[in-house]
């Protein structure tokens, strides 16, 4: 059974930084094209960021583009999202994906999930 599991949220001030790591199990990782989306309360799932199998491609929300990079490590199974300039907004949980196409931003092309790791940021 494959799986993802996300570590390195918490709570940060406005401004600070957090990283997120997913880690990969029982998965052709560096097959896949790996995604990170965020749910806040209320508010549906959205795209924040990806990254094609080989790591040369990314694609980014407007919302972060900018702050945000994601990087991968296909010997370690684990992709990461790096996250500065934080905002309030930046407030949800923060969720990995797998999927198999490129530059996917829609929840329904991601076929495997993590369970997600919260992030708060205070004003």
């Known amino acids: 059974q494959v799986q993802l599991v996300e570590s390195g949220g918490g709570l940060v001030q406005a401004g600070g930084s957090l990283r997120l790591s997913c880690v990969a199990s029982?998965?052709?990782?560096?097959?896949?094209?790996m995604g990170w989306f965020r749910q806040a309360p209320g508010k549906e799932r959205e795209f924040v960021a990806s990254?094609?199998?080989?790591?040369?491609?990314?694609y980014y929300a407007a919302s972060v583009k900018g702050r945000f990079t994601v990087s991968r490590d296909n010997d370690k199974n684990t992709v990461y999202l790096q996250m500065n300039s934080l905002k309030p907004e930046d407030s949800a949980v923060y969720y990995c994906?797998?999927?198999?196409?490129?530059?996917?931003?829609?929840?329904?092309?991601?076929?495997?999930w993590g369970r997600g790791t919260q992030v708060t940021v205070a004003s």
């Open positions: 990254i094609s199998w080989s790591g040369y491609t990314t």
């Open positions: 994906a797998a999927g198999a196409r490129q530059r996917a931003t829609e929840v329904r092309l991601y076929d495997y």
């Open positions: 029982r998965l052709t990782f560096s097959a896949f094209t």
